[in-house]
């Protein structure tokens, strides 16, 4: 079956802190697709990031980078010098083919971030 | 930047109403979902739709739910008879490619 995991279900921090977030996913696919949504207070879903299965460089874009490693079925989501408008929840999802030319997202159950001045 | 859009933002109903919430996909895109997210809770699959029929249901998604493209831009969900436990943000999603998703804003329906 497959299955994403955010272990984390809350984090809170003081600004500038640097926080990583957990996921950890479970699939028998070959080639599968793992991304990051952010989700504000105001409850819009943000896409954050995609990677495939294929590509297990680690991705840096501002003051988030990712860590896609394969060996442990992990892709963790760092954010550095955090800042409150990084208060939110965010969810890892793995997407999943439905045989045919489509798929649909398998989201974690997300971790809130609550970052403090 | 084109975006997926979805009406209204917030619809509140009572028990045993029909609703109907609508979506607008990005316009180039063939492939159409709909997803629901209880308060507090994670984001589940409910349907996807490609060509003009159900590509893929969840067990969520009962005989109460139906979705229709009624024209060339339009994507609804209706749910026939509401409950409760329908209470939810329902989101929307378009892609192109299988490999993306584009989320609407989604809409939050309060059944009393």
């Known amino acids: 079956a497959q299955k994403v995991t955010q272990a984390q279900t809350e984090i809170s921090v003081v600004e500038k802190e640097d926080v990583t977030l957990d996921c950890v996913y479970e699939?028998?696919?070959?080639?599968?697709?793992l991304f990051w949504y952010k989700q504000p207070p105001s409850g819009e879903l943000v896409f954050l990031i995609r990677r495939n299965s294929f590509d297990e460089q680690n991705e840096i874009s501002g003051r988030y980078s990712w860590n896609f490693q394969k060996s442990t079925s992990s892709f963790n989501f760092t954010i550095t010098a955090s800042q409150v408008v990084d208060s939110a929840v965010y969810f890892c999802a793995l997407l999943r083919f439905n045989g045919g030319s489509q798929g649909n997202l398998i989201f974690g159950k997300g971790t809130k971030l609550s970052v403090k001045p | 930047e084109p975006e997926v859009t979805q009406t209204p933002s917030h619809q509140v109903t009572q028990m045993g109403q029909e609703v109907i919430l609508r979506c607008v996909p990005i316009s180039n895109h063939l492939y159409f979902y709909w997803y629901r997210q209880i308060l507090g809770q994670k984001v589940e699959f409910l349907v996807s739709f490609y060509n003009n029929e159900i590509s893929e249901k969840s067990e969520i998604f009962d005989d109460q739910f139906s979705v229709e493209r009624p024209d060339g831009s339009n994507f609804t969900l209706k749910i026939r008879s509401t409950k409760l436990e329908d209470s939810a943000m329902y989101f929307c999603?378009?892609?192109?490619?299988?490999?993306?998703?584009?989320f609407g804003p989604g809409t939050r329906l309060t059944v009393l």
């Open positions: 699939t028998r696919d070959t080639t599968y697709y």
């Open positions: 999603a378009s892609s192109k490619r299988v490999n993306e998703q584009f």
